[in-house]
């Protein structure tokens, strides 16, 4: 079965912090990481929820797959532009202020047959 991929682009949350929500649902089925990512207080949880459900959604409607076979195969955050700002200081300085952004791609796969007899015995 091919490789499914949803992106997320742009996301104004700093990469260190996204990664954190990312490392947990890595290798997770696909219902067990939307569990997961529901009852997490992460700022970052919400979009990756939200990510995670147009990638199940392109598995449906463009591979006909079944939600119960997918598992989250593979999810990689890398930094996006960084908006530099300035933040006053004492006796007329400025610090530099750096906002980051995260470009987020997730790709989902079948769980081999395997698998699948492990998960339930």
Known sequence: ???????????????????????????????????????????????????LKSAVANARNNFHADENDLIVKRITVDGGPVAKRTRARAFGRAARLRKRTSHVTLVLGTKEKSEARNLKS
């Not at 490789?3 to 682009?9: D, H, R, S």
């Not at 990512?37 to 939200?50: E, G």
């Open 1 to 51: 079965m091919n490789e499914i991929t949803a992106e997320l682009n742009y996301v104004a949350i700093a990469p260190r912090k996204v990664r954190l929500v990312a490392d947990m649902i890595r290798g997770m089925d696909v219902l067990r990481a939307e569990t997961q990512l529901l009852f997490l207080t992460k700022r970052a949880s919400h979009p990756l929820a939200k990510l």
